[in-house]
């Protein structure tokens, strides 16, 4: 298995712009998570599926974000408009309902925001 | 509020050395806890998971304790290596959901040098 994807590795953009993060989760898992890590505040849950469905999105910080999940294999996290804040890393991470729902990660998406 | 304390921050020791990093929460109910390796660049990979009733857990030259009484875990590490440079964060699994609540540490930074 490959793992959890990401797309793209890298992303640096100007203030303003439209960002859109992407997510494979690895086959079979049926929940998959969007976090941010800074060197501030490490690492935050934004939002998370069950199934596709968006269970918990508290940690959104605000509209400006946005998630979906159209089917198992794909989801997408979008930043409109984005902000110099924003600049961090975001990592999916995919689980089964294995007895320890152990979450493996991708490699992260390292976001940018001039 | 549950929290996940961390220390030392960061902790620089020589190859060859053992080290042992702690852990501290506050997360009422409990259900697991787990300790993750982040190396620069890439998403966490898990090193170890306890459940509250386990007092100790191995991987190779890792082994993670744990004591629900004091509500406290440690991360030991015998003979580093190079390779053992990174990021170790405690994660800890409220008793009340499942994996989608969890409370991460801040980390500890680790590097070794030769």
């Known amino acids: 298995d490959a793992g959890v994807i990401q797309s793209p590795r890298h992303e640096v953009t100007e203030m303003g712009q439209e960002v859109t993060l992407r997510c494979k989760p690895i086959?079979?898992?049926?929940?998959l998570f969007w976090y941010r890590q800074t060197m501030m505040r490490g690492l935050e849950l934004l939002i998370y599926?069950?199934?596709?469905?968006?269970?918990?999105d508290s940690g959104m910080p605000e509209d400006r974000f946005s998630a979906k999940m159209p089917n198992a294999s794909f989801s997408t996290l979008k930043i409109q408009p984005s902000e110099p804040r924003d600049s961090a890393v975001y990592f999916c991470?995919?689980?089964?309902?294995?007895?320890?729902?152990?979450?493996?990660f991708g490699p992260g998406t390292r976001l940018t925001v001039l | 509020k549950n929290q996940v304390e961390q220390s030392p921050q960061s902790l620089i020791i020589l190859e060859g050395k053992n080290c042992t990093l702690q852990?501290?929460?506050?997360?009422?109910?409990?259900?697991?806890l787990r300790w993750y390796k982040q190396d620069t660049g890439r998403g966490p990979v898990s090193l170890t998971i306890?459940?509250?009733?386990?007092n100790t857990k191995s991987n190779g030259r890792y082994t993670a304790t744990l004591d629900a009484d004091t509500k406290q875990s440690s991360l030991h590490i015998t003979a580093s290596q190079l390779s053992d440079s990174a990021s170790y964060i405690c994660?800890?699994?409220?008793?009340?959901?499942?994996?989608?609540?969890?409370?991460f540490g801040t980390g500890t930074r680790l590097t070794i040098i030769p």
């Open positions: 991470a995919s689980s089964s309902t294995d007895p320890y729902n152990e979450q493996f």
């Open positions: 086959s079979g898992h049926n929940s």
């Open positions: 599926f069950n199934n596709n469905v968006p269970i918990d």
């Open positions: 852990c501290n929460y506050t997360v009422s109910p409990f259900s697991n």
């Open positions: 306890m459940t509250f009733s386990e």
């Open positions: 994660v800890v699994t409220p008793g009340n959901f499942g994996n989608e609540k969890l409370t």
